[in-house]
C-alpha cells in the first residue's frame, strides 16, 4: 500500500493511507488496542486498497492505539468508545463528510457505533463479519486458547490468522512483517502490559464493551442507524458465525430501509481478503447505488 500519511488527532499521532479520488470510503480494520493474539493495522485492507482506489477516493486508518497511531494517553481512554471517539475526531479533522465508512470485526462495530452517534456525516455504513456488534456468544476465545506460545511472535501470529481463516492463502509475508514489527513497538508492548498486566482489559475494556453493544443494539431497534447499511459476510467465518450476522441484518433491515446483506462463499473472517475481486465489486456495486440515490434525491 502506498500514500502513508500521519495526522494529529487531539494530540494523537495518527497513520492512514489515502488514495484516489471520487466518493469516500475510509476503512477500519478490525481487532483492538494492546490485543495479545494479532496486530491489526490499515494494511488488513492491502489486498483491496489500490483496487478500490481506482473507483473511490480511499483512506484506511490505523485505530486508536494499533498500528503506527499512539496509544490513548489516559488509562480510561483504553475503550472502544475512545476508539469510536477517535474515528469520528479523525474524520473531522481531515475535513471529511458524507462518508462512506466500512469496518471489519471491531472495526464494524465502530463504524456502526460511529453511524449510530454521527449520522450525519456518513452516506452509507458498512459492516463486514462483526461479531463484536451481532447479537450472541463468540467462538473467539476458545479457539484462540489454543494459539502458540510466546504469543505474538511471527509464528503465533500466523496460526490465529489462519484459525481465523477458511483458507490462510490469503496471508502475505508483507503482512505477517507488518505485524511482527507492530508487536515489538515499544507502544504496543506498553498497551499489551495495560490490558493484561495491570488488567484494564477485563476491569474496564470489555465490560464496558458489553453495556455499549447493547445500547447499540437497542438504537438500531429504535430506528436510529439511517443511512444506508450493507452487510457483508464469509459463510465460513468460525468466529463470527454467519447465523449472528443474518440475526443483526433482520434487526437492522427491520428499521434502517436501505439495507442489503452480501454472504462471500469460501471466506472466513478476514471475507475481504480471502475473496478479494469479489468483496471490491460488492462495495463498489453498493456505493455507487447509494450515490446515485443521493444525486437523483439532492
Not at 496486530?39 to 490505523?62: G, K, P, Q, T
Not at 490513548?72 to 483504553?78: F, G, N, Q, S
Not at 515499544?186 to 455499549?212: I, N, T, W
Not at 471490491?280 to 446515485?292: D, L, T
Request: with cysteine; hydrophobic share 35%.
Amino acid at each position: 500500500m502506498t500514500g502513508e500519511c500521519f495526522i494529529d488527532v487531539d494530540g494523537i499521532r495518527t497513520r492512514y493511507f489515502d488514495k484516489g479520488s471520487g466518493e469516500v470510503l475510509v476503512l477500519f480494520h478490525g481487532s483492538h488496542l494492546g490485543t495479545n493474539d494479532a496486530c491489526e493495522s490499515a494494511l488488513d485492507w492491502e489486498l483491496n486498497f489500490d483496487r478500490l482506489a481506482e473507483w473511490f477516493r480511499v483512506i484506511a486508518v490505523d485505530k486508536l492505539g494499533q498500528g503506527h497511531t499512539d496509544n490513548p494517553k489516559r488509562d480510561e481512554d483504553y475503550t472502544m468508545a475512545a476508539t469510536v471517539r477517535h474515528a469520528y475526531r479523525f474524520l473531522q479533522t481531515l475535513g471529511l463528510n458524507h462518508v462512506h465508512v466500512i469496518g471489519h470485526s471491531r472495526g464494524g462495530y465502530v463504524v456502526g457505533r460511529l453511524t449510530l452517534e454521527h449520522p450525519e456525516i456518513v452516506r452509507s455504513c458498512i459492516i463486514v463479519d462483526s461479531g463484536t456488534l451481532a447479537p450472541g456468544p463468540s467462538e473467539t476465545e476458545t479457539i484462540m486458547a489454543r494459539a502458540p506460545e510466546p504469543r505474538l511472535t511471527r509464528e503465533s501470529q500466523r496460526w490465529i490468522i489462519e484459525h481465523y481463516s477458511y483458507s490462510g492463502a490469503h496471508i502475505t509475508n508483507t503482512w505477517l512483517d507488518a505485524a511482527t514489527a507492530i508487536a515489538n513497538l515499544a507502544k504496543y508492548r506498553e498497551a499489551v502490559s495495560k490490558m493484561y498486566d495491570q488488567g484494564l482489559k477485563d476491569k474496564q475494556f470489555l465490560p464496558q464493551l458489553a453495556l455499549e453493544k447493547e445500547e447499540s443494539l437497542n438504537w438500531i431497534l429504535q430506528g436510529r442507524l439511517t443511512p444506508p447499511t450493507l452487510l457483508v459476510w464469509g459463510y465460513n467465518d468460525p468466529t463470527a458465525a454467519l447465523r449472528r450476522g443474518q440475526y443483526l441484518f433482520e434487526i437492522i433491515a427491520q428499521r434502517t430501509a436501505i439495507a442489503e446483506m452480501h454472504i462471500i462463499n469460501h471466506a472466513g473472517h478476514f471475507c475481504y481478503r480471502e475473496q478479494p475481486e469479489t468483496f471490491n465489486h460488492v462495495i463498489r456495486g453498493f456505493v455507487e447505488k447509494v450515490s446515485r440515490r443521493s444525486q437523483a434525491s439532492g
